[in-house]
Structure formats: C-alpha cells, structure tokens
C-alpha cells in the first residue's frame, strides 16, 4: 500500500505492508536522559488522548521525520534508495515536511543521490522522481479525501498513529506513561498493548503534542524488548504555516509529464493495489500478496522464487528464502521466516503471508485463502 490521503491529522502518507513496514532504534534528536524529570502537562486519560488524535483538523506545520526499522530480519541486498525494497524493510531514512492543509503540503523524500517529492496544491496532485526526471500530474476533485498513489514508503507519524488506533478496541489494553520530550515538545505518551498473546507487538507507544495534540512519534515495540523495532517521528519539528515557496512545485524543464485525471489509473509502477488483501482484523490482520507484490510487474505465476523478481527485488527475495526454514501445513508447503517482530510465510503456490502474529495465526490464514472459492 502506499497512497497519499488527505493530509489531516488523522492520514497523512502511507506505506507499503501495512502496520508491519511502519518503520529499530530510538530517534535521534529525540532521546530523554534518564535523570531528566518528565515535562509537566495537564493531566489527561487515555480516552482524551484518543479522541484528541482522531480530530481530523490538525496544525500547520513543517519538520523533519526520521523512520527507522530494526526488523531482526536477514541482512538484505539492494540499494539504499527510500523507495526500494531493502529500505522498506530495514535501515533508516529522513525527509521533510511541509504541511499548510488538507489541500496544501509537501513531502520531500531524498536519498544520496535522487528526491523524491509528493506536493498538493489545490486539486493537483504532483509526483516527482528526480531519478527517472519524470512528474506525474493527478487531478483530483477539491476537498476530497480519497487517498492517492505515490511512489514513496515515507510514512509520517500521523499516518503510523491513524494505522495504529484502527486496531484499539476491546483486543487493546490502552494506558498512559510519563511525559516525554519528542523533538524538544513536551509530549504525553499513550501506549497500546494487545491482549492477544498471538500478537508479536508487545506495545506500541505514541508520543502526542501536549499544546497542539499532534502526533510527534510512533513506536512499536516487540513482545517482550526492551527498544523500538519499528520507529516515525519528528526530529525537529514548528507548528507554523510554511511558506509559499515550501508547498509549490513547477515541473522542471525537460521532465517528462504523465497525467492523470479522476477514475483513471495510474502509470504502471504507481498502482495502489498490487494483489495484496487482508485475513483477519485488528493485531491479528495478516497480509496475503503474491510474491511478485515484491516487484512493480504483475503477480507471477508459479512458486516463490527469485526467477519471479528481478533486480533487488530478487536479491531481496532470495535472501528470506535462504533464511526460512521448511513449513507444511493443510494449506500446502513452503517456507517460515520468524523475527521478534514479524513473522512470513512463503508458499510453494507463489504466495506470501505477513503479519505481526504468531506462525500459528499465519497458517490459519493460508489455509482460509487456499480453501476459500475462486472468483471466476
């Protein structure tokens, strides 16, 4: 998945995955002494907090985000690109922010040697690769909310925290921790944990703007660890209307301009949907994609394996299948990967199965796809 919705306070850029590639490590800038008191603030329950985050009008503002994932996963090839699949899995990356409304925002995703940029102005939609030198122009009605592709895994913390809170409900147990200092704002941490021992999240912990109610950062944490596996939030971070200049974009001369306007589809490479579909809800959600989701072609036919994929994709693919262990089951054969974080299930009918669960709930969800009726 990867889309840019409405940029609110309760949806701002997605991510490919799911809630599993949100994105270890604790976030420079960010770090609070032990001997440092928690910053006075109002005191507030969980309840409020919840509500607070779910307004959809949020602050003018304009910072730097840094995400960073520490999956336990293999040590993966490929290119260090925010836009690649290494990147997405492991590894960290920063972009900037600039964000004036719902209908007015950039984001700028750079990497050693490309950008990436997403900008709104208006009812245009422009998506820019400096890579490939090629803009995307998508027309969309005004005032819409209807989430659009964009070719980027950048993810803010808005974003995380809305991923996050559409599982709260009676599966979560929701707290309030002490303050903390996110990106020099004092901030009140909420922190959801699931109930469900099925679930590799041991919590999750969203530090939350105590003037302006914004989400500073989200982290996730590993049943059972001590750090973040997976953290977003701001680096430094001004609740001011940005400029002009920050939120505008003009092609650059000789940039090759592909158009698209409402109802019709993207240029291929961009597609929202990739044949990926959810099993299951709440922490348990498990994500079935075939494996040439790992690529920008169509799903492949045929077993897992790095023949279905090409570039780092393959490199990428061929690296967790060395690293899995043999797996059968009522839902056939193929391959496990465990982390402390993530578990995925390859299977030999060219399928895959990830989520943050248990293998258990994993094969659950093979064995519901592989008996479910074929749609003709």
Known sequence: MSGIPKLSRRARWAVPIGALVVTGGVLAGSLVSVAQAAPALPSRTPAQLLAQVAQDKGPALSGTVLETASLGLPSLPGNASPTSITSLLTGSHTFQVWYAGPEHYRLAVPSSLSETDVVRSSSTVWLW??????????????????????PTSALTPQQAAKQVLAAVGPTTAVSVDSNVMVAGQAAYELVLAPKDSSSLVGQVRIAIDGHNGEPLRVQVFARGASSPAISVGFTSITFATPTPADISFTPPAGAKITKVSPGQDPPSGQQAGTGVSAIGSGWLTVLELPSAALTSSSPAQGPVSPDNASGDSAAVLHALIASASYARGAWGTGRLLRTSLVSVLMTDNGNMFVGAVQ??????????????????
């Open 129 to 150: 690769q400096s890579t490939t030198d090629s803009v995307t122009e998508i027309t969309v009605p005004a005032h819409t909310a209807k989430p659009m592709p964009a």
């Open 359 to 376: 293998p258990s709930v994993l094969y659950a969800a093979a064995t519901k796809a592989a008996t479910a009726p074929k749609t003709p």
